[in-house]
T-cell receptor
Framework: GAVVSQHPSRVICKSGTSVKIECRSL??????MFWYRQFPKQSLMLMAT?????????EQGVEKDKFLINHASLTLSTLTVTSAHPEDSSFYIC????????????FGNGTRLTVT | AQSVAQPEDQVNVAEGNPLTVKCTYS??????LFWYVQYPNRGLQFLLK??????LVKGSYGFEAEFNKSQTSFHLKKPSALVSDSALYFC?????????????FGSGTRLSIRP
């Protein structure tokens, strides 16, 4: 159980275009999902906390107008990278928790974004 | 503020030998501690966690970790390494008492098991 599906796994787009990444909890409801960014050979950087039915909470330094997060249902959160630039190229990973603070996070398989 | 440190970027072990991946943490209250493994171009997979109780926690794939409160450590261990254990390992911590606390990840340790 506790499967998180992330789509697409890989995307290449041109500078200036927008890209949407979907994160779905397949067999559980997730009131909260988390979006991370991972640079090569580096740890995960929390970008934002996505809350179902309300606005996302962004970490300091993350541009909320550039990284749009929508959590329209208990099983779906989306991250849209708007007006993408080559420096946005990265590995983006979503995760969700089953319950309280003692519950581990369950991760999607990530999305490799390349902006040309 | 909470933090977690993985002092080793890389750990190299021969197959069949025991392995240890180190992790130390800092939280203001009591910690929830986690270990995750990441294979290339994949998300993280949960290995094990410490919440309370027995200091030795057993998890997936034969891994275990020992919580040491006095040393604020939560080292990952396995008695006999396999080549398939080669991956990137992350330690993570969350503050038990803070409802607003987030899970903070260490910088990761790349484990390489040679045949």
């Amino acid at each position: 159980g506790a499967v998180v599906s992330q789509h697409p796994s890989r995307v290449i787009c041109k500078s200036g275009t927008s890209v949407k990444i979907e994160c779905r909890s397949l067999d559980f409801q997730a009131t909260t999902m988390f979006w991370y960014r991972q640079f090569p050979k580096q740890s995960l950087m929390l970008m934002a906390t996505s809350n179902e039915g309300s606005k996302a909470t962004y970490e300091q330094g993350v541009e909320k107008d550039k990284f749009l997060i929508n959590h329209a249902s208990l099983t779906l959160s989306t991250l849209t990278v708007t007006s993408a630039h080559p420096e946005d190229s990265s590995f983006y990973i979503c995760s969700a928790s089953l319950g309280d603070h003692s519950s581990p996070l369950h991760f999607g398989n990530g999305t490799r974004l390349t902006v040309t | 503020a909470q933090s977690v440190a993985q002092p080793e970027d890389q750990v190299n072990v021969a197959e069949g030998n025991p392995l240890t991946v180190k992790c130390t943490y800092s939280v203001s209250g009591n910690p929830y501690l986690f270990w995750y493994v990441q294979y290339p171009n994949r998300g993280l997979q949960f290995l094990l966690k410490y919440i309370t109780g027995d200091n030795l926690v057993k998890g997936s794939y034969g891994f275990e970790a020992e919580f040491n409160k006095s040393q604020t450590s939560f080292h990952l261990k396995k008695p006999s390494a396999l080549v398939s254990d080669s991956a990137l390992y992350f330690c993570a911590v969350r503050d038990y008492y803070s409802s607003a606390s987030k899970i903070i990840f260490g910088s990761g340790t790349r484990l390489s098991i040679r045949p």
